[in-house]
């Protein structure tokens, strides 16, 4: 499953014109989502929004350069806090499902008894992860420093230590949600 989840991640790589930087449209659970690394036009139906972003090494980290930005759910933040990306995608999951007896849903060190289902019209409606990849030099240079200095430890589970305060433009389609990344703000220290 691991392996899956990787080789989709980077057989999705599409790389944004000028190589400026690149989308990677991956999923978690059953929801998936768009960052792009630059805004090509306005859409309908969009909204754009201040937010606090995690940022994590991407599963297994291959070296690549790729960084994964993830944007939770006010009430699953909580919850994964010191958890994987890959774990709090799980409980991301069993919170969302109809079917909380799923084997997925077992020995997640969660009491889903005591979760309530997300409240409707919740933003994000589910753990959006994404990866970035393929930035120049400049292309959000802040968060490429912050990436590179930041305790390693801090970037292999979801930490308060490491996110972003970012400009997005987030968007509700059929099928997917897009985000856009349209300018970090600040990284920390806040």
């Known amino acids: 499953m691991k392996a899956l989840r990787t080789f989709l991640r980077l057989a999705c790589a599409t790389i944004l014109a000028g190589g400026l930087g690149a989308a ?11 960052l792009l690394a630059q805004s090509p036009s306005d859409q309908a139906g969009s909204v754009e929004l201040e937010q606090f972003l995690f940022v994590q090494a991407p599963e297994p980290d291959n070296g690549k350069g790729g960084i994964d930005i993830i944007w939770l759910p006010q009430p699953l933040e909580r919850l994964c806090l010191g958890k994987t990306a890959t774990q709090c995608a ?3 999951y069993c919170i969302r499902t109809t079917n ?3 084997s997925r849903c077992r ?4 009491d889903l008894a005591r979760i309530p289902p997300y409240p409707p019209n919740t933003r994000p409606p589910r753990m959006m992860t994404v990866t970035l990849m393929y930035l120049s030099p400049t292309k959000f240079e802040q968060l490429q420093d912050f990436y590179r200095s930041a305790p390693r430890a801090s970037l292999e589970r979801i930490s308060m230590s490491a996110r972003i305060k970012a400009r ?9 949600d897009q985000l856009e990344l349209l300018e970090v703000l600040a990284v920390p220290p806040f």
């Open 100 to 102: 909380r007896a799923d």
């Open 168 to 176: 997005i433009r987030f968007t509700r389609k059929p099928g997917f």
């Open 107 to 110: 020995n997640i060190g969660v």
């Open 90 to 92: 799980t409980i991301d």
């Open 24 to 34: 990677v449209q991956t999923q978690h659970g059953s929801g998936s989502a768009l």
